[in-house]
């Protein structure tokens, strides 16, 4: 099945022969490929060759694999004929439910710009070919919706064409947000081919698919430093392309507070590195309804206790602000946590919370609980006097019941906003997950905890052994920052080296987990913003929240080895629709698939 005479059969479908313009010339192609033992092989085009030569990307549709060039790989069984069909780019039909829905026409349009990316040059395009009508059901009726943790996003597709120059493609899900993952990869299986200078659709397909986890996010710090709208939907871009559906705001922190809060505007006044670097209500509409198209939540963390301090200013509510030497009382500068004690605190958080329940609609949402520091609350005679007053002591398990007072009055405040009751919520692991202590002030029917330990933490499983859900974000395989220089002092970053994208694909949750693989929501990658920026975000996440995607939507049993030809020109379809993601390999290594790895003969 994957030898040359299968691709020459795929070739000679198109029913292609050259013409008197199509002779070869000092601008034309020099090579193209043929598919020999499973392998791509780059050929030198001739005239005796030229019309049954293949296309790099058409004969990676074939060869080889069974699944294509699909990325993240399904989940369901695959069949893909070894056949193509020129795709009419000005004929191409869509049929959707609600089709007065702006959801939808906002994710019709996004499918067409996706294949608008993959041809270089229109003006060389060739003309005609097949009508292409894509034909989307939905169980939902087509109803706008947003997604939830139950939310199925599961969809079949199938691809057919006829003698009377047809191509149809059915999606059938239950929701939009299965449909339009089906479209995304109705939109991968459509190819330039750079010899014949068409677009070309496998002409007859059928692919069943659904996750394997239900939450596969990426975490972006926008406090540390500032990134644009544009930048933030770059991001989404990247992730709708790779079935990723949970974005990660970490909008906040001790660094900067760039949200603007109705109720409390000097909050962003006082806190945002510059009026124009503050994220409107209408800024945020925008992302997260960006974000719904394709397929995304978008939930926001206001990470408190800890990790406050910009823009709280004159208030008088928060301890160690900015304090020094900063090492004393907080993992990096400058510092910050709110004092529990301060009753007026809570209608701030109040006021906090209802912007952001209004703007994102979350269906779960992120109260962070991020590296409290005793030390920093110690450090504060009100705070002491007030635990004294209360017959308390000075020792951590008092400060966890601090702690818990906080936990306990913040959580009211966000149950008196929220649009849904019981909303659930997020906090990271900490002092306060310890078992010491999560079983007295932490509900598991209530609380998701996110990990960010290492993967081989003991911890994770005396977690998820008292039944709470886990999301993970292991930091020695997620923390997409680390590799670099120190920026508090010299030598390397503190979770360095860098981690490749090899190491993201093979961070397998069922065996973090262990017996307790059920109480795993998902993951997250994370990039925390303390050394990138809007200018060069896009290479710490891409490709390898790509590798994290397949890991989250396959769970898949073989190695990176399988997936790396497969990830280099999943790269360039990144690359072509606006994305820097970070180069793998010289491209080379792409037009000469399995030469670069250094074990490839030995497998």
């Not at 073989?558 to 390999?585: C, D, F, K, P, T």
């Amino acid at each position: 099945m994957r030898c040359a005479a299968l691709a020459m059969v795929a070739l000679l479908a198109f029913g292609w022969t050259p013409g008197p313009g199509d002779a070869l010339g000092a601008d034309d192609l020099v090579y193209g490929y043929e598919c020999s033992k499973g392998i791509c092989r780059k050929v030198e085009l001739s005239e005796e060759n030229f019309a049954s030569a293949i296309s790099l990307p058409v004969c990676r549709l074939f060869c080889g694999s069974d699944i294509g060039t699909l990325w993240p790989k399904p989940t369901g069984v695959v069949q893909l004929e070894p056949l193509m069909r020129q795709v009419d780019v000005a004929n191409i039909e869509f049929q959707m439910p609600g089709t007065k829905d702006n959801l939808w026409k906002s994710a019709e349009q996004r499918w067409l710009d996706l294949l608008e990316a993959k041809v270089p040059n229109p003006k060389i395009l060739k003309k005609g070919g097949y009508q292409l009508n894509i034909i989307v059901n939905t169980a939902d009726a087509g109803a706008p919706m947003r997604l939830q943790l139950n939310t199925d996003e599961s969809y079949a597709l199938s691809i057919g064409s006829n003698s009377a120059g047809q191509v149809t493609a059915n999606i059938t899900a239950n929701s939009f947000f299965g449909a339009r993952h089906g479209l995304e990869t109705l939109s991968q299986l459509i190819v330039y081919d750079d010899i014949r200078r068409e677009v070309q659709v496998v002409a007859n397909a059928s692919i069943a698919d659904a996750p394997f986890y239900k939450w596969r996010g990426l975490l972006l710090d926008t406090s540390r430093n500032y990134y644009s709208v544009k930048a933030i939907k770059r991001t989404l871009d990247g992730m709708a392309m790779v079935k990723l559906n949970t974005f990660h705001w970490h909008i906040t922190d001790t660094h900067s507070f760039p949200l603007e809060i109705s109720k409390r505007p000097e909050l962003s006044k006082l806190g945002a590195y510059s009026p124009s670097k503050v994220y409107t209500h209408s800024d945020v509409e925008d992302i997260v309804e960006y974000g719904r198209v394709r397929g995304i939540r978008v939930m926001p963390e206001y990470d408190s206790p800890a990790h406050v301090g910009e823009g709280w200013q004159h208030k008088n509510m928060t301890a160690c602000f900015n304090a020094q030497p900063w090492n004393k009382y907080c993992v990096e500068p400058p510092c910050g946590q709110l004092d529990p004690t301060v009753d007026d605190m809570y209608n701030v958080l109040e006021d906090i919370f209802s912007d952001m329940f209004k703007l994102y609609n979350p269906d779960v949402f992120h109260m962070g609980g991020d590296e409290v520091s005793v030390a920093c609350w110690n450090s504060s005679a009100s705070i002491r006097n007030w635990m004294l007053e209360r017959g308390w002591n000075l020792k951590e398990e008092d400060f966890m019941r601090l702690w818990g007072h906080y936990q306990t009055e913040a959580l009211s405040r966000v149950d008196r906003v929220a649009n849904v009751s019981n909303t659930p919520i997020i906090l990271w692991t900490s002092t306060l997950t310890d078992e010491r202590y999560i079983d007295q002030y932490l509900d598991p029917v209530r609380y998701i905890i996110q990990i960010w330990t290492k993967g081989n933490d003991r911890v994770i499983k005396k977690i998820l052994k008292r039944g709470y859900r886990v999301i993970v974000s292991n930091y020695d395989a997620l923390y997409f920052d680390c590799g670099g220089g120190g920026w508090v002092n010299d030598g390397n970053n503190w979770c360095s080296p860098y981690i490749g994208w090899q190491k993201v694909y093979q961070n397998d949750l069922a065996k973090i987990a262990g017996d307790y693989q059920h109480h795993v929501l998902g993951a997250e990658a994370a990039i925390w913003s303390e050394q990138i920026d809007e200018y060069t975000v896009d290479n710490r996440f891409w490709p390898r929240a790509s590798a994290l995607a397949e890991r989250l939507w396959s769970n898949p049993t073989e190695g990176w080895r399988q997936a790396e030809s497969r990830l280099l020109l999943h790269r360039e379809r990144l690359v072509e629709n606006g994305i820097g993601a970070e180069a793998l390999q010289p491209q080379w290594c792409l037009q000469n698939e399995n030469e670069c790895p250094i074990d490839a003969y030995d497998l």
